[in-house]
């Protein structure tokens, strides 16, 4: 995104959880009332709602309803955020939406989904849904601009559902159907159908001879602890949210077998190996069986326990390279019995690797914005050698420019450049980003793009360019992406051994229908494009693990270039690559200082071709400061991002 911060294209959950469910249940529709106080400004106050810096008033013009309206004054030092907080139900579904104008228009709630304009020139709706959690009562509403975007506008704002503050004083169904699924000397493993609630279950109380002895979230449980050759009567009721206790389910007896349990699990079956590195192997068999219940599996490596996992997979590391090593697979019950071992599998490791092909740690640095460091004391301090330069855009028609506005030549980019080479380093440019206007929409056709970028090739001699290819104007517009695919076609055909990027958004199990279709374009017109980067953020979920996230959509693109390109795993990694965002992303999703080593590490095992984050004008610490341009908002050193994307070998 160009400003103010970049981002994906949104995909994930249409709808957010703010508060998480004890259990999954279908939310109730909200009821189209608006519960907000004061929506429209008409008393003429900003009663009901609170402006941060004390930046929001109420003004007669412009208005798009009645005749009052909110004005946000952004500063450059305060978004001029304006909440409400209201009363909500449980596990209930609302609309927010308002009519804005201005730059930077921000619409959302506190710790759940949000939307937002780049520009109004005129009155435009947003609206954004979101659905409560099973106990929250409060959600709290927001508008905000953007730092130095000047002043925004907002009227009719609505929330439309069910106010809070109803008591829910309906019992859920009784569960049904209880059942003992497993039974052994000292334990028993139950099974009941769920029940259904006005609001939501929230939990299920387990009775042994009508005394609560655990509660769950789930429809099952094994309740421990018991006596063997003993009879029990077990019952089970449903609550809600609001303590409404329901009806007991069908009494269950049962009978605990006598003496425990001594019968081993039968032996994994087919042990092989589904992957191998120089420093790991992955292992995959067949199932065990077991009379009361297998546990878990423990792998053994060289007659040594390795690992112990719930499934039939594992992936056993620390190994050396071109080395021997036997494995084999034992089962185990609950009861400590273990099985006989697998088949016994060799595996030699394979010799490690020399990286090799394109390899750029790259992160990205915008002069537009966020206080720009000075790169030479950025590369002083992390040893960083590359930066990706944002973002070229398009001015009166098809020229480039930094930023629509700034000349390629004589400017603080070019002088950004000139001190980073000097400084022994380089530069790859960015053209497009998630706003402003670009080239790919603004040039006739894929030669007149192309002569665009040979443009900003020919003025810094590069080395390499990056699309940064988003939003409908370009990534959804496939005229447009083949444009760009067949411009950098021809800026390969004329300048050998340039690398070309193209950065684009992702899901977390890999690229979209939009990405999907770019590689596959790349492909049938034979752009030849060098590296295929994600930007693994903005899915929609605050509490998202970036770490995990990226990793799959990772996988997810690795494996979509095997499928289109024919490629192996080592040929689709050496064509990959990550921009990631340090700290709190759009979405108020967080990666750590720890994620982001840990997604470097893995980048490095798996010798990927690129990485980057979103940026280094925000790679200063600022914890609880929230969405900043100029710093994370998590605690964090100066340049700490940097010094760990430097560690990026490939």
Request: aromatic fraction near 8%.
């Amino acid at each position: 995104m160009h400003a103010p911060n970049r981002r994906a294209t949104a995909v994930g959950a249409a709808a957010l959880l703010l508060a998480t469910a004890a259990v999954a249940a279908v939310p109730s529709s909200a009821s189209a009332a608006n519960i907000l106080t004061n929506p429209g400004f008409e008393t003429g106050s900003l009663s009901g709602w609170t402006c941060s810096g004390g930046l929001g008033s109420v003004v007669s013009t412009p208005v798009h309803g009645g005749s009052k309206a909110l004005a946000g004054a952004a500063s450059a030092s305060d978004n001029a955020k304006c909440v409400q907080t209201v009363a909500v139900q449980p596990n209930t579904t609302y609309s927010l939406s308002s009519w804005v104008r201005g730059n930077y228009v921000y619409l959302g709630v506190t710790g759940g989904t949000s939307t937002w304009t780049p520009s109004a020139s005129d009155w435009k709706q947003l609206t954004v849904s979101f659905t409560t959690g099973a106990s929250q009562t409060t959600a709290e509403v927001y508008l905000n601009g953007w730092f130095g975007q000047g002043t925004y506008y907002a009227d009719d704002i609505s929330l439309d559902g069910p106010g809070g503050g109803t008591p829910d004083t309906q019992a859920p169904t009784a569960p049904t159907g209880l059942t003992a699924t497993a039974t052994a000397a000292t334990q028993v493993s139950l099974s009941w159908g769920a029940s259904t609630d006005n609001v939501a279950v929230t939990g299920y109380d387990v009775y042994r001879n009508g005394t609560l002895v655990t509660t769950v979230t789930g429809t099952s449980a094994t309740v421990t602890g018991l006596t063997a050759s003993t009879a029990y009567t077990f019952t089970v009721k449903a609550h809600d949210a609001a303590g409404n206790a329901s009806a007991a389910s069908n009494s269950l007896a049962v009978t605990t077998p006598a003496g425990g349990d001594q019968q081993a699990p039968t032996a994994p079956t087919g042990l092989t190996a589904t992957a191998t590195a120089a420093t790991q192997v992955s292992l995959s068999w067949g199932a065990s069986t077991d009379n009361v219940g297998v546990t878990a599996y423990d792998v053994y490596r060289n007659g040594t326990l390795a690992a112990s996992v719930t499934g039939t997979t594992a992936t056993v590391t620390g190994l050396t390279a071109s080395t021997a090593y036997t494995f084999t697979v034992k089962a185990r019950d609950a009861a400590g019995n273990a099985s006989a071992a697998s088949n016994s599998l060799a595996v030699t490791t394979p010799p490690t690797t020399t990286p090799s092909g394109f390899k750029q740690a790259a992160p990205y640095l915008y002069n537009g914005w966020g206080n720009p460091p000075s790169p030479t004391t950025v590369m002083n301090a992390t040893g960083i050698k590359w930066f990706t330069l944002a973002f070229v855009l398009a001015q009166n028609g098809c020229n480039p420019t930094w930023d629509s506005q700034r000349p390629l030549l004589n400017g603080v980019d070019q002088q950004t450049i000139n001190a980073v080479r000097a400084a022994g380093g380089d530069v790859v440019p960015s053209f497009g980003g998630w706003s402003g206007n670009k080239l790919g929409p603004n040039c006739a056709d894929a030669t007149a793009l192309a002569g665009a970028y040979q443009k900003v090739i020919d003025a810094y001699n590069l080395k390499a360019i990056d699309i940064d290819i988003e939003n409908t104007d370009e990534f959804e517009n496939y005229t447009v992406q083949d444009r760009i695919l067949n411009a950098l076609k021809i800026v390969k055909q004329k300048n050998p051994g340039i690398k070309t990027i193209v950065t684009f958004g992702t899901a977390t199990s890999g690229p979209t229908a939009d990405g999907n279709r770019l590689i596959e374009q790349s492909k049938a017109l034979g752009a030849d494009i060098d590296v295929f980067t994600i930007m693994p953020f903005d899915f929609g979920n605050a509490s998202t693990d970036m770490y995990a996230a990226t990793i799959s959509a990772a996988n997810g693109l690795k494996n979509k270039l095997k499928s289109v390109y024919g490629w192996d795993d080592a040929t689709a990694y050496a064509h990959l690559g990550i921009s990631g965002m340090n700290g709190l992303s759009d979405n108020n999703e967080t990666t750590t200082v720890a994620n982001w080593t840990a997604i470097r590490d893995w980048a490095n095992t798996n010798h990927i071709a690129r990485l980057a984050f979103w940026s280094v004008n925000r790679d200063r610490g600022c914890a609880g400061g929230g969405l900043q341009e100029t710093c994370s908002g998590i605690a964090q050193s100066d340049w700490q991002f940097t010094s760990i994307t430097a560690g990026f070998t490939g």
